[in-house]
Structures are given as C-alpha cells and as structure tokens.
C-alpha cells in the first residue's frame, strides 16, 4: 500500500531546538553568525525519514501566520506559552527554503493550526487507499489514529501508534483521545479541563460512563465527591475544552496528491543552500567520484603522524602512543572552528579542500597543512600544553576507568543528611508545625495562609498557590 508521510514540521523543530540547548552543544552558526542548528536537525530527519521508511509521498505541514478559530473561541489559547526566540523563528524561512530545493511541498492553510491541516489531509488522503503516517510527538494526535493512519513519534525511538498503541498507552483508544482532554485539559496549550481531575481519573471515567457527553449528561451519578462536583460546576468549560482539542479535519485545504510524491531533490538549488548554510558534509552526496584532493603548496611535516582523533584512536584495545610527533586535524579543527558539527572530516574536507569525498593520509596532511598556520599564539598554547597532552589521558580514563575515594563521597553524604535534618527542624520551627516540605500545596498552605505572607500568584488549572522558584526568590528578597 503507498504510503504518505505528514511532518509536523514546528512541533519537530521547536522539540528539537530546546532539546539541543538543555544538552548544553554549543550553538551551530555560519561564518556569518546565522544560526542554523534548527535548519540541520530538521534536514536530518527528512534525509532520514526518507531513507529509512521510503515514503511514495511526503509533506511538510507548517503553522499559519495569525490567530486561529481557537483564538477567537478562547482569548487565552496558548497565551501560558513563552515567546518563541528570535534564534529559533529566524531559521524557520531557511527550512522552508531547503524544503523547496529538496522538492518536498509545504502546506499550511490560513487560519488553521498544523495540527488541522495534518487531520484534514490524513482523513482526506486515507479514505483514498493511502497508508497514512503522521510524524510528530504532539500527543493530541493520537486522535487521528485509526486503521489507515498511524502516528510516528520521532523524538520517542521513532515508536509508531497504531489504535492498540493508542490505548496501551493512554488508556483509552484514538476515538476517546479529545474526551480525555476535555476532562485532564492541556497546559501546553492552556486548555482549562475539568478541575481537580487527573489523567487516572479521567480514563476511570470515560471506562465508566462511555463517552464525555454521556459523563456530562450523568454527572450526578458520578460517585466521588470532587470529580463530581468538578464535572456539575464546570459543564461549559469541559466542553469548551474540548471543542479546542478537538483537531479539525473539514479544514479547506487543496490537496493534489501527485503534488505529493517523492522526487529526485534540484540538485544545484541543494547544493546552494547546503553552501549558504555552510553544510560542506552534505554537498558529497551531490558531487560523487571527487578527484585526488592532495595540496602540493601546503606546508608538510612528513616526519609527524597526522592522525583524525588522536584520542578514540589510542582508545582501542592495544594502541600505543605514537613515537612520532602528532598532529591531530580534529584538535586543530576545534581550535580553529569550535563547532563540533563542523569539525567532521567530511565537513572539513568539504570546506578546507573543496572536494568531498576523497580520504586516506594524503587528504589528512592537506588538512594539516590548511589548519595549522591558523593555529599559533594563544591557540599553539592550548594545543601544544593541553589539548594533545590529554589525549592519551582522556583514552586511558575512557577505556580503563578512575578511581573515586568512597569514603570522601560518603562522608559528603553525611554531611548533606546532616544540614538538610538541621534546615528541616529550622523550617518546622518557622512554620510552629511539622509539614511535608516538598508538596507544593503543603507549603502554600504554610506560607500564605498560616505566615500570611503576601500571595504572589496561583497556579492555572488548580488555582493552588504558587511556590515556583522565582516566587520564593520574592518572598526571601522581601
């Protein structure tokens, strides 16, 4: 059966950016200071789509510019959600630009989230006898699943949703996924939900009762106290709720399926944008069979071995150090560029030699001979003093281990058991009662209500009040 697959292209980026950043990498900019790390996550897991599912047609979905019907049905849709940087939005064209000379078409539809566009074209597409698989790790799509379309999270091990999956995984099947955020809400998109009920709960009740507008219709059948009250005081905002997880598929969207199908990329539009981008490695894939890449006019050490990673090199069973003096092209390479995506051999072979694709001790000498008069003053220091030296430490430590003194960590542990019994007795003595400490709802009961400290803000769905990190910052500057 052909199979059609719809990229949730923001929802991948957006997850994929921030991801990144917690990690700590070290942002990827050109030469001329554009970042570009959204760009190269995105295009890697389009190449890799491609070539792992082999898809007969492909779509990017993108958001629409301006409010949507959710706006305007609920003033503060989404309005919990930080500003997206400058950083990530300013890359968004120059995705849609390698999307274009990689000839895979954007849709996006006035008015609409992607969200709806992908529900509108999975349902259109699927009745035509397509395979359907909607890339993203937005849980609301879970919705759309049925035995036609599937659901492929590919920042979750690329796990792939099918109806039972659907329902081993949220406890109840695609046709109930909107029901249960009507009850549980959304904070993400700052859907209110039914107060004081859990995910737990919400399955329990949708088990029970069927459907959400046979709970509703129900509600003083419900049993426990809180859920049913929950349920009898906030009928229009559950419903309302709903309305907005629900994902829209009668969106008015054109769709040409043959406009869809996987074609050979426009080779030397790619290759401009891998150029603009400063993505060297990906050019090789353009440009096969390059030619001898030896530089007779750079300088040349014959007598230094010229290694790529000096490092994972002597980190092999059995290395030895060289009796030759090294150079290492990925040492210099960092040194020079300090960007770790750009230190690859085929990136630098691409940039440094200008044709990709030729490997082997006479490409590594060029490359020395290229970085190493751009490596003097301070940056000789630190490659000469500690860079190469830590090499055959760093293996060593890596293959073998270090030892840790256990009695130093544990009597470290003793100590922090001994300041956290100090600080709890200090606490309770403050509060004039013993208390759970790490329950937010205890110590908001503690803080504003028995101290009467001056209420700083409450959360949104429960109302609780706050005792988030910048609110107790507050109250101790006070």
Request: glycine share 6%.
């Amino acid at each position: 059966m052909p199979r059609l697959l719809l990229v949730d292209s923001f929802n991948f980026i957006f997850r994929a950016f921030h991801a990144r950043q917690r990690s700590g990498a070290p942002p990827m900019r050109t030469s001329r200071g554009s970042s570009t790390e959204a760009v190269y996550i995105f295009h890697n897991m389009i190449r890799r789509l491609q070539r792992q599912y082999r898809p007969d047609y492909l779509a990017a979905v993108f958001e629409s510019e301006g409010p949507t019907f959710r706006d305007q049905e609920f003033a503060a849709y989404k309005a919990n959600r930080a500003e997206t940087p400058a950083e990530l939005l300013e890359q968004i064209p120059l995705v849609e630009k390698l999307l274009e000379a990689m000839c895979i078409p954007v849709l996006k539809t006035q008015g609409f989230e992607a969200d709806d566009v992908i529900g509108a074209a999975a349902s259109r597409l699927a009745s035509s006898g397509l395979e359907v698989w909607i890339v993203s790790s937005d849980k609301d799509m879970l919705q759309l699943v049925n035995d036609r379309v599937r659901m492929l999270d590919a920042m979750k091990n690329d796990t792939l949703y099918d109806p039972a999956k659907v329902k081993e995984f949220k406890g109840v099947g695609p046709e109930q996924i909107a029901d249960l955020l009507a009850l549980v809400g959304d904070a993400s998109d700052n859907i209110p939900g039914a107060p004081g009920i859990g995910d737990k709960g919400a399955v329990q009740l949708l088990e029970q009762f069927g459907s959400l507008d046979a709970l509703l219709d129900r509600a003083a059948e419900v049993q426990r106290k809180a859920y049913r009250e929950s349920l009898l005081n906030n009928r229009e905002q559950i419903l309302m709720s709903k309305r907005l997880a629900t994902i829209a598929v009668d969106v008015p969207i054109d769709l040409d399926l043959a406009k869809l199908a996987v074609v050979e990329p426009d080779k030397p539009a790619l290759a401009a944008v891998y150029r603009e981008l400063e993505f060297f490695s990906f050019l090789k894939d353009l440009e096969p069979g390059a030619a001898d890449v030896s530089d007779k006019s750079a300088e040349q050490e014959p007598d230094s071995e010229v290694v790529y990673d000096y490092k994972s090199r002597l980190s092999a069973p059995g290395a030895e150090a060289s009796s030759k003096p090294v150079e290492d092209v990925l040492l210099y390479a960092f040194l020079v560029l300090a960007d770790p995506s750009a230190c690859q051999l085929d990136s630098l072979i691409a940039r440094y030699l200008e044709r990709p694709g030729a490997t082997g001790e006479e490409t590594l000498r060029a490359l020395a001979g290229k970085l190493r008069p751009l490596v003097n003053g301070e940056l000789r220091r630190i490659y000469d003093d500690l860079d190469l030296p830590l090499a055959p430490v760093l293996a060593r430590m890596e293959r073998i281990g270090i030892r840790i003194e256990t009695g130093q960590l544990a009597a470290l542990s003793s100590r922090m058991d001994a300041d956290i019994g100090r600080l709890t007795e200090e606490i309770f003595g403050l509060a004039g009662k013993p208390f759970n400490i790490n329950s937010p709802k205890q110590l908001g009961e503690v803080l504003f209500e028995d101290l009467k400290l001056p209420v700083q803000g409450k959360t949104g769905k429960t109302k609780a009040y706050s005792t988030a990190a910048d609110v107790l910052d507050t109250l101790a500057a006070e």
